[in-house]
Nanobody, 116 residues
Framework: QVLLQESGPDLVKPSQTLSLTCAVSGASITTSYSYWNWIRQPPGKGLEWMGSIGSDGTTYYSPSLKSHASISRDTSKNQFSLQLRFVTPEDTARYYC????????WGQGTQVTVSS
């Protein structure tokens, strides 16, 4: 069973950097052809794909976020991370990590509020 668990702060101040980590168990993030994603859902809105990192470490970003988002990974810990720089209240959302590896698996999500 593939399990994903997000962790990070629930409150971030505007202009700061939001850092979230997704710990993966039951599968390796380096498994060929696997992709590991960050997705968010602002209050009252739909899901927004933010970006992903492939099994070879290649990263992909939504064009609207590419300038202030970074995705990285720590293969020794089997986890991947999201950094979102210069956050604004519009970045308030529930953030999910999800993996595509012989199926699609999601974490439960973590609520992040951007507020001073």
């Amino acid at each position: 069973q593939v399990l994903l668990q997000e962790s990070g702060p629930d409150l971030v101040k505007p202009s700061q950097t939001l850092s979230l980590t997704c710990a993966v168990s039951g599968a390796s993030i380096t498994t060929s052809y696997s992709y590991w994603n960050w997705i968010r859902q602002p209050p009252g809105k739909g899901l927004e794909w933010m970006g992903s990192i492939g099994s070879d470490g290649t990263t992909y970003y939504s064009p609207s976020l590419k300038s202030h988002a970074s995705i990285s990974r720590d293969t020794s810990k089997n986890q991947f991370s999201l950094q979102l720089r210069f956050v604004t209240p519009e970045d308030t959302a529930r953030y999910y990590c999800a993996g595509r590896i012989d199926g699609e698996y999601w974490g439960q999500g973590t609520q992040v509020t951007v507020s001073s």
